[in-house]
């Protein structure tokens, strides 16, 4: 209540783990119109509520809200209210629909996107997500966990351009040489980390030879 009455053109604001705060607290927020990033991660609220702010903050760029943010609802408010954002962090594309990614592909800004995946879930049907991902222009960075990385997820990925760092944690892929395309068809890429994925030293050696411009490393600590 103290920030909506003192800070009516706030930006910025993060509450994540902030664990006791009501749908009374969040429907405060509502009557902020120019919060740019809002980080809720951690938070209780609920998708219904987060739309309400998203309809009011349409200059929104970069957004972190945990789990709600994989209800159909959300996305589709940010593909019609949010069309600048930038930044879209702990998105998981098991509860994507076609509707859902359709209304996504609406922000044709996107810079960065964390994807989290059901955990080795070989049943989802995802590649339209990867399709949606290879028509961001501006993409930069992409953070996947829990993905299954099939060859064809692999060369769809790989049409991002733009892309500047990838970040792969217990990702699985069919044949890990494979993981070539990417070097080779981003030209931009500067890093490229693996965690927890089970990658031979011996094949880094090899990229970290052949691509000395990027920056490979694994990480299993």
């Not at 664990?19 to 740019?36: A, N």
């Not at 789990?67 to 600048?84: F, K, Y």
């Not at 629909?97 to 879930?121: Q, Y």
């Not at 760092?165 to 981003?186: A, G, H, N, R």
Request: hydrophobic content about 40%.
């Amino acid at each position: 209540l103290k920030i909506l009455e003192i800070c009516k053109n706030l930006k910025e604001l993060n509450l994540s783990s902030c664990e006791l705060i009501d749908d009374e607290g969040f429907s405060y927020l509502e009557k902020l119109e120019s919060l740019e990033r809002l980080n809720l991660c951690g938070t209780r609220i609920k998708a219904q509520q987060l739309c309400k702010i998203l309809q009011k903050n349409q200059r929104m760029r970069e957004l972190s809200s945990g789990m709600v943010i994989n209800e159909e609802a959300v996305v589709l408010e940010l593909g019609n209210s949010c069309r600048d954002l930038e930044v879209i962090r702990l998105l998981h594309p098991r509860y994507l629909t076609p509707h859902g990614i359709s209304a996504l592909a609406n922000c044709k800004n996107l810079r960065k996107m964390h994807l989290v995946f059901a955990e080795f879930d070989y049943s989802v049907t995802d590649d339209s997500l990867f399709k949606l991902l290879s028509s961001y222009q501006n993409l930069q960075e992409v953070y996947i966990l829990f993905a299954v990385l099939t060859d064809h997820r692999l060369k769809l990925l790989a049409q991002c351009k733009n892309l500047k760092k990838l970040f792969f944690d217990l990702v699985k892929c069919q044949t890990p040489d494979k993981y070539s395309v990417i070097f080779e068809q981003c030209p931009k890429l500067q890093e490229f980390c693996f965690i927890h994925c089970d990658i031979s030293d011996q094949l880094v050696n090899q990229w970290k030879k052949r691509y000395p411009y990027v920056s490979v490393y694994t990480y299993d600590g």
